[in-house]
C-alpha cells in the first residue's frame, strides 16, 4: 500500500461510530495484506481492532470466533476434551505459514474475507460448519453460511460498507472426528490442496475440498462412502473449470492430489474412532 494515499484513519469504539461506508473505504484487521501491495484507490481505514472484540467464546452450543481474532489466539485456544475435532485448529493455523510477527496480527476475519483459495481459515470454517454474522451499514444484521459468504478468488458476498463480525461453529461439528490433508509445492509455499474430512458419531461422513479449487466446498454423505462413489462425487462436484490455476499449482496436478487426499481421508476415517484424536 501506498501510505501516501491513505488520508485518514478510523478507530472506532463502538458500532455507532464507524463512519458511512465511501469510496476508497477498507476495512483493517490485521493488515498482513492490506499493507504487502499497492491498494490503488483507497484513501480511508477503517480499524476494526479499535473496537476490542473479545477474540473468541466458547459455550454450550460451540465456538465463535470474532473476525477480529488472530491466528495466534486462536491456536492458543483451549477446547473442551469432548471437541474431538479440536487438533483441526492446529493443523489450519500452522497452514497459514509465517512468521510469530504474521500469527500475532493476521486474523480469521481477514484470510476468510480476503478469499483466497488456499485461506486455511475457510477451511476450517468449512469443515465445521461455520455461520458468518454480518454487520450491515444500517445497524442490522445478518448471517451466511461460509459456503455461500466466500464466492471466489477474492470475491465475497459483503455488500459495500458489511463488515464481518463473527463466525460460529456448532458444539455439533466441533465433536466430530477430523482428517486433515495439505500439499504444497515447496516447503514453505502456499497450499495447493487442502482437505478436510469430518466423521460424526452417527457414521455421516463430510468432506471439505480447498486450496485446489476456487471456492470451498463440502460433500456429504450419510455413511462413508465407497472409493468409485467419493470419486464419482468428486468428479460431479468439481469440475474441470473449478480447479484453480495460479503459480503455486497446475489444475491437473491439483485434481490428482484432491482425488489421492480424499482417499486417504476416506480410509482414514473408516478406522475405529479414537476419543480427541485427529489424522
Not at 463502538?14 to 484507490?41: H, I, M, N, Y
Not at 476450517?124 to 471466489?152: H, M, Q, Y
Not at 463473527?166 to 458444539?171: E, Q, V, W
Request: charge should be neutral; aromatic fraction near 6%; charged fraction near 20%.
Amino acid at each position: 500500500m501506498d501510505l501516501h494515499t491513505i488520508e485518514t484513519v478510523v478507530r472506532p469504539k463502538k458500532r455507532s461510530e464507524l463512519p458511512a461506508w465511501a469510496d476508497g473505504d477498507a476495512c483493517l484487521g490485521g493488515g498482513t495484506w492490506l499493507f504487502s501491495e499497492p491498494q490503488v484507490g483507497t484513501r480511508r481505514l477503517v480499524d476494526l481492532a479499535a473496537l476490542e472484540w473479545t477474540p473468541h467464546a466458547i459455550d454450550a452450543h460451540g465456538l465463535t470466533l470474532a473476525a477480529t481474532c488472530t491466528i495466534a489466539q486462536l491456536d492458543r485456544l483451549e477446547l473442551p476434551s469432548g471437541w474431538n475435532a479440536a487438533p483441526l485448529v492446529g493443523q489450519c493455523c500452522r497452514a497459514l505459514l509465517g512468521s510469530f510477527k504474521i500469527w500475532n496480527v493476521a486474523t480469521v476475519g481477514g484470510n476468510i474475507c480476503l478469499a483466497l483459495p488456499a485461506g486455511p481459515m475457510i477451511a476450517l470454517a468449512t469443515a465445521l460448519d461455520a455461520t458468518c454474522t454480518i454487520w450491515s451499514p444500517n445497524g442490522a444484521e445478518r448471517t451466511v453460511s461460509i459456503l455461500d459468504f466466500v464466492l471466489a478468488p477474492q470475491r465475497n458476498a459483503l455488500a459495500p460498507g458489511e463488515i464481518l463480525r463473527s463466525l460460529s461453529m456448532p458444539a455439533a461439528a466441533l465433536a466430530r472426528r477430523t482428517a486433515f490433508r495439505r500439499v504444497s509445492l515447496s516447503p514453505n509455499g502456499r497450499s495447493g490442496a487442502l482437505l478436510i474430512g469430518t466423521r460424526g458419531a452417527d457414521g455421516a461422513f463430510a468432506l471439505t475440498v480447498t486450496a485446489s479449487v476456487k471456492r470451498p466446498l463440502r460433500l456429504a454423505f450419510e455413511g462413508l462412502p465407497g472409493r468409485a462413489e467419493l470419486v464419482r462425487a468428486l468428479d460431479d462436484a468439481v469440475p474441470e473449470a473449478l480447479y484453480h490455476d495460479d503459480v503455486h499449482g497446475r489444475p491437473d496436478w491439483r485434481r490428482h492430489m484432491t482425488r489421492h487426499f480424499a482417499e486417504e481421508i476416506r480410509g482414514s476415517l473408516d478406522a475405529a474412532p479414537s476419543p480427541g484424536a485427529a489424522s
